[in-house]
């Protein structure tokens, strides 16, 4: 009897529980379902910001913002016509960092808004497309201004050094850079570059990984030169090799570069930090509408083992302070902005799907489809995508660059002609 009850008891007390667990479930999912339905829901950007807790963010920036980070909710009220469109800047190219999609979407506001690009001189030739080619900005070196006017966009490869840079970009030019986790850019740059089939050559073997895990293990030892792969974001940013050790002269370096780059964005994170640009630089969502370039595509990528990753740590030592301190940084200022910045990113994904379904289409075919029209939005005016611009989007870089260097000079020789 006694015996019985407690079971029916126990029964119970799991029946009641169970009803509990189902109408706690069933609420959870209805209420995802219609958050996620109505909008509410905010995707987070999940891992690895060590994002301070501080309401107060330093505004670490080289020059004028037209809005605050310190506050995204003061952003938020003003209009994004308040602000006018930054004009001016300078963005680092840095090697196998994504950085060619974003140096397109620079070229083509140059030419829509018919600003004066820095432009190398040479229009073709090995390495005709860099400004500089492991060093920094030369007048000598670039396509010469006509009189009265300044460079607005600088995009192309060169070596950063702020007093070069200074000495020839605007005072209020806004600098941006770009950086890829240390490892991933590592793999990357090794598979673009033959690098590992190279490693194989030398170190008589067809497995890959053994081979990279042979030279990790003493890079020192290789009778190669390693440039595309030794601190090779850090160089680009005009840290000398002579340093790649010194871990006090990194620190500083690093913090100096904070004070001059308005933003150093984060390759994974790479919509986030093109709408964070977006508002630093004041101008609109179809100013930052890309088609991905210079991607390696569909590749097996070689596993790194747990030792492999340490010795990489050493050897590029200098790219993985930079890059966490920046990845940091980042977080700092996508929090600055305030939670509307999350839908803001999530509308201009949804968008740039579009555009990519749109220009895969009109491309397959040599017809003229009908534009595709973005309706207007809280973060957008309505605009157009064309077939044209789609083929602008995916053309090849080099023969862009080609072109606009020859454009540039003819504009140049004109003016002399006209002059004289
Ligand atoms: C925030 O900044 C203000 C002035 O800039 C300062 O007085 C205050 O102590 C700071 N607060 C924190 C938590 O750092
Ligand atoms: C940067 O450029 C200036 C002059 O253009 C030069 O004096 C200086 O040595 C350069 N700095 C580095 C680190 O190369
Ligand atoms: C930048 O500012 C300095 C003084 O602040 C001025 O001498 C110089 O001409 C300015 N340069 C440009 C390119 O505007
Ligand atoms: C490379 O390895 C193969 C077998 O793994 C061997 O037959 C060959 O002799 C080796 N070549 C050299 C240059 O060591
Ligand atoms: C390649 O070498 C690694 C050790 O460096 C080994 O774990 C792996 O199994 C090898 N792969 C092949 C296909 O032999
Ligand atoms: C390391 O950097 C610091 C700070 O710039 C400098 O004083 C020191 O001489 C450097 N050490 C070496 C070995 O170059
Ligand atoms: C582009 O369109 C073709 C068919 O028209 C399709 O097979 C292909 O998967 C599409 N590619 C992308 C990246 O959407
Ligand atoms: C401009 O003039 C230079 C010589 O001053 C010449 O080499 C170049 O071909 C000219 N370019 C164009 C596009 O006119």
Known sequence: MYCFRTTISVFDMFRKKLKFLILLIVTTISLGFIMTYMDFYQPRIVPCFQVTTQNNVSTTTGSTLCVSATSGHQFEKRRPDSCSKHNHAAFLKVHKAGSTTV??????????????????????????????????????NLVPLQKYQTYDILCNHVIYNRTAFRSILPNDTMYIAILREPIRHFISSGIYYY????????????????????????????????????????????????????????????QELDKDFA???????FDESLVLMKRYLCWELQDIIYLPLNSIGEVKYPMLTFEDEKNLRKFNFADFQLYEYFQNIFGQKVQAEGPLFFQEVKHFKLIQQKVKNYCNSTMQSDKSYYPLMVPRSTWNKEFFITHSDCKFMSQDELLLMHNLIEEAWGRYNQSLKTKG
């Open 103 to 140: 140096m397109d979407i620079f070229l083509r506001y140059a030419i829509q808004n018919r600003l004066n690009i820095v432009l190398p001189k040479r229009s073709d030739g090995f390495g005709f497309n860099y400004l500089g080619y492991e060093e920094t900005l030369l007048r000598d």
């Open 195 to 254: 690098f590992f089939d190279e490693l194989c050559k030398i170190y008589n073997t067809t497995n890959s990984s053994k081979a990279i895990s042979t030279f990790l293990n003493n890079p020192s030892a290789l009778d190669m030169a390693t440039t595309y792969f030794h601190n090779k974001m850090s160089f680009d940013l005009g840290l000398p090799p002579s340093q790649f050790e010194n871990i006090t002269y990194i620190n500083n370096y690093v």
């Open 263 to 269: 933003l150093v964005m984060i390759l994974e994170y």
